[in-house]
């Protein structure tokens, strides 16, 4: 209601009963509470082997020098056939999550089984101080945030360094030329302004962005000054593909010392990701 010099008053309304407010209040009330069973449902949580777990309630946090993330089917198979084929390696802990596309992540004291879409942890026997994490599951666009946070959260961020191997269809690589002479697959980087070590690709260009989670561990690495590096492989195929795989072996150049790559991939290993979509008939079989 407005007064004759232009005031508002808030005034009640004869033509609303009482009870359709208290009806309003117990809706909204439900509504939050359904609210926050969907969000504890979809929260994300890390998890780590018992030996693991002694030593981060003992120090607190993870003590990491080097943290590897391989995120799509190109750049976990690498990480399968080029490092993990060797038996310095050993699975100390997963990340938990439900949504949508990863039902099977529900467990969340049980790691994934063999060939389960997941987020599994591998430490170096040799040299402990460095973590892989291979994640070849979906995760939503409302928990990456969440991922990024958990994961380099409980690692301890003195002294470390993130690099993340990510894949991405060449659709989206974007350039004022036709591919500037590049043929695919092909890496580009992305560094934060911590990173300072040489780089054995260029920068991904102008107007190319990253999206997903290794925009998120990115971003997270940037706001807590770390120095992390994102390689990104552009490719024409979608599924798992040798030669595509072989390109990350510049990616991890720099961490020779630290991390033995296979000079030639676990044959087994390699056959068994890249067939596992080959068509199984066609008009010609």
């Known amino acids: 209601m407005a007064t004759f ?3 508002v008053l808030s ?3 004869r033509a609303v009963e009482e009870d359709d407010y208290d009806d309003a209040e117990e809706e909204n009330d439900e509504d939050f509470q359904i609210r926050r069973k969907i969000e504890e449902k979809r929260e994300v949580h890390t998890r780590w082997c018992p030996e693991v777990s002694k030593a981060v309630e003992s120090s607190g946090k993870l003590k990491c020098s080097d943290l590897i993330i391989a995120v799509g089917p190109n750049a976990a198979g690498f990480v399968s056939a080029y490092v993990l084929s060797s038996e310095d390696w050993t699975q100390v802990g997963w990340v938990s999550l439900w949504n949508e596309r990863s039902r099977s992540s529900t467990r969340l004291d049980t790691a994934p089984l ?3 879409p997941g987020c599994v942890f591998y430490q170096q026997k040799s040299c402990p101080n460095v973590l892989l994490c291979q994640c070849t599951c979906y995760i939503a ?3 990456q945030f969440q991922w990024a946070e958990k994961v380099l959260g409980s690692i301890q961020s003195r002294g ?3 690099k993340v191997l990510c894949d991405s269809p060449i659709t989206e690589y974007k350039t004022p030329s036709y591919m500037n002479g590049n043929s ?5 980087a992305l560094k934060t302004s911590a990173f300072t070590d040489n780089l054995p690709c260029p920068l991904l260009e102008q107007p190319n962005i990253i999206t997903g989670l290794p925009a ?3 971003n997270q ?3 807590q000054r770390l120095p992390a590096v994102l390689f990104q492989c552009f490719s024409d195929v979608i599924h798992p593909d040798s030669i595509t795989m072989e390109i990350y072996k510049l990616a991890l150049s720099c961490l020779s010392t630290r991390v033995k790559l296979e000079t030639s991939p676990n044959m087994e290993i390699l056959q068994k990701l890249t067939t596992i979509n080959d068509p199984q008939s066609n008009l010609y079989t």
């Open 5 to 7: 010099f232009g005031e």
């Open 216 to 218: 998120a561990v990115l």
């Open 160 to 162: 470390l360094t993130v």
């Open 114 to 116: 063999p060939g389960e």
């Open 221 to 223: 690495c940037q706001v």
């Open 184 to 188: 695919a697959p092909f890496l580009r």
């Open 141 to 143: 666009e409302d928990q």
């Open 11 to 13: 005034v009640y309304s």
